[in-house]
């Protein structure tokens, strides 16, 4: 398959300090592709480099078959971008926000509107972004970063800061997008976020990346499948892998009605990061 964003052994050392220490990944067209990693980790690092606002200072990263190195501005066009300082004018109403920045890449007036609709703020056209709440706010910014119909739209932590159910709005919206053809690249440190919109993640730790693979994998990898009963008169709950021998057991307390509860354990992307890095997301 195509890949859209090749990193090999890239490098980033800002003066002494070495943020990024060979990193390499791919990402393939049409992906949802998860950065994840603590605070400091080098997360806002890699997409800076990915988008040419910085340079590595070794390894090679190419972008839509251009190197980050020789940056060609036509680029700007086929991706779209929503960092954390990403602005808005502030004193000007959504509608001229985003015209603003569809006027310069063409976008009709039936297509703009169509995105305010998407986002959810097609009734606020006329309000002043001074009046919007932080979830408004950054539906905007969402819109204005596909207004361009992007190949491939950087998305340094979306959600971050936002409730949980506009968070949920805004992981709706980019599956969407991505079910249109933008594949996505996203950073964060929420680890539902990952595991519920990415097709792959990578986790991102000391400079280094030192897991790679779909959600599904990782948890197949770091964890054996457990189920978890309590039994009639214990208030403990006795963990057990899945194997013939415990099927045997749950099946006695099941005939014998002693069984209480049963569930299946999940670990979460959380527990396989502290695993694999000995450290928390926070
Ligand atoms: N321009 C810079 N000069 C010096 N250090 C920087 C610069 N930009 C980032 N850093 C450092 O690099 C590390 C990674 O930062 P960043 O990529 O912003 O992490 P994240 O986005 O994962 O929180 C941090 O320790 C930060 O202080
Ligand atoms: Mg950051």
């Given amino acids: 398959m195509e890949n859209i964003i090749i990193m090999k052994e890239v490098k980033k050392i800002f003066k002494d300090k070495e943020v990024l220490n060979n990193i390499s990944f791919e990402v393939k067209k049409n992906e949802i592709f998860g950065l994840l ?4 980790a080098g997360k806002t690092t890699t997409i800076k480099i990915l988008t040419s606002q910085i340079i590595p200072t070794s390894g090679q990263a190419i972008v839509l078959d251009n190197d980050v190195y020789s940056f060609d501005r036509r680029i700007l066009s086929r991706v ?25 890449c ?20 006329r309000t002043i972004i001074k009046k919007l709440s932080k979830g408004m706010k950054q539906r905007l910014l969402l819109a204005r970063a596909i207004i361009n119909k992007p190949e491939l739209l ?23 997008i991505n079910s249109q053809g933008t594949t996505i690249f996203l950073t964060t440190h929420d680890m539902v976020e990952a595991d519920k ?18 959600p599904e994998n990782l948890k197949l990898k770091y964890s ?19 194997n013939a021998e415990n099927a045997e057991k749950i099946k006695s307390w099941i005939l014998s009605d002693e069984l209480e509860a049963i569930h299946s354990y999940e670990p979460s992307i959380e527990d ?11």
């Fill in 272 to 282: 396989i990061f502290l695993k694999v890095t000995g450290r928390k997301l926070k």
């Fill in 80 to 104: 779209g971008i929503l960092s954390d300082n990403s602005g808005v004018y502030e004193r000007l109403t959504v509608w001229d926000n985003l015209k603003l920045f569809g006027d310069i």
């Fill in 197 to 214: 919109l990415c097709d792959r993640i990578a986790f991102l730790n000391n400079g280094t990346i030192v897991e790679i693979d779909s």
């Fill in 154 to 176: 950087f998305l340094d932590e979306p959600t971050s800061s936002l409730d949980p159910s506009i968070a949920n709005e805004i992981h709706k919206l980019l599956k969407e």
């Fill in 106 to 125: 063409g976008a009709d007036k039936k297509f703009m509107e169509d995105i305010l609709e998407r986002v959810g703020l097609g009734n606020d056209k």
């Fill in 37 to 40: 990693g603590p605070s400091g």
């Fill in 224 to 242: 054996k499948p457990v189920i978890q009963i309590r039994l009639r008169g214990y208030d403990k709950r006795i963990s057990l892998i899945k």
